[in-house]
């Protein structure tokens, strides 16, 4: 059974718009998040994450969100650049003590349209 | 500072083969953790290595296995290789163990299993 979930395969935004990736979770073990970004050909990059004792955490064009109580987060980047086409993952972690490493979601590609 | 190493790049193989894929971390770092990439399954966690001991271990089969040197590079082997081994191997590498949001990836190794 899959704990993170991102139920959007793709996602296309036109450049300058607002991107909105979002991400559910169903362990309540998870108090530790993190966004990953993958362009072709290369491992992920991280790009930000969020403790469970924050609900927004704010890094240049990127925000997350995260609504514990319904297990969600999100990611937005405003504006949107072309560089940012690439796939994107949601990460959880149990960081007390869980022994399975990163859970990662099935990732989103997104698509900037000029 | 040179990133995250892995060797070969690509790899095929055959049913029933075993292979061993290298990772060499960023200099200093200590911690190095093994990711399975399948377009089915999304990024799965396979195991962590920290100071030479296995930290932390996914739910894969012992077909799976893995060490760590005295260097801090790591090794990871898959025995009776299965068609449904066919992925990208990624491993990353940070300074200390659960040091996630400082997880630097390597480029992976694609193995195909025919």
């Known amino acids: 059974d899959q704990q993170v979930k991102q139920n959007s395969p793709s996602l296309s935004v036109q450049e300058g718009r607002i991107s909105i990736l979002n991400c559910d979770y169903t362990?309540?073990?998870?108090?530790?998040f993190l966004w990953y970004k993958k362009y072709p050909a290369e491992g992920p990059t991280f790009l930000i994450s969020?403790?469970?004792?924050?609900d927004k955490n704010e890094d240049g064009r990127f925000t997350v969100f995260l609504n514990k109580s319904a297990k969600h987060l999100s990611l937005h980047i405003v504006p949107s650049q072309p560089g940012d086409s690439a796939v994107y993952f949601c990460?959880?972690?149990?960081?007390?003590?869980?022994?399975?490493?990163?859970?990662f979601g099935k990732g989103t590609h997104l698509i900037i349209q000029p | 500072k040179a990133g995250v190493t892995q060797t070969p790049r690509y790899l095929i193989k055959t049913r029933g083969q075993q292979v061993t894929l290298s990772c060499s971390p960023i200099?200093?770092?200590?911690?190095v953790s093994w990711y399975q990439q399948t377009p089915g399954q999304g990024l799965q966690f396979l195991f962590e290595?920290?100071?030479?001991?296995?930290?932390n271990k996914g739910n894969f089969p012992g077909r799976f296995s893995g060490r760590q040197f005295s260097n801090s590079r790591s090794e990871m082997n898959v025995s009776t290789l299965e068609l449904g081994d066919s992925a990208l191997y990624l491993c990353?590498?940070?300074?200390?163990?659960?040091?996630?949001?400082?997880?630097?990836f390597g480029p992976g190794t694609r193995l195909t299993v025919l």
């Open positions: 969020i403790s469970s004792i924050k």
């Open positions: 990353a590498s940070s300074l200390t163990d659960r040091a996630y949001n400082e997880q630097f």
């Open positions: 290595y920290f100071s030479e001991t296995q930290r």
């Open positions: 200099s200093g770092h200590r911690s």
């Open positions: 990460a959880a972690v149990d960081s007390g003590g869980g022994a399975d490493g990163l859970t």
């Open positions: 362990n309540s073990m998870f108090d530790y």
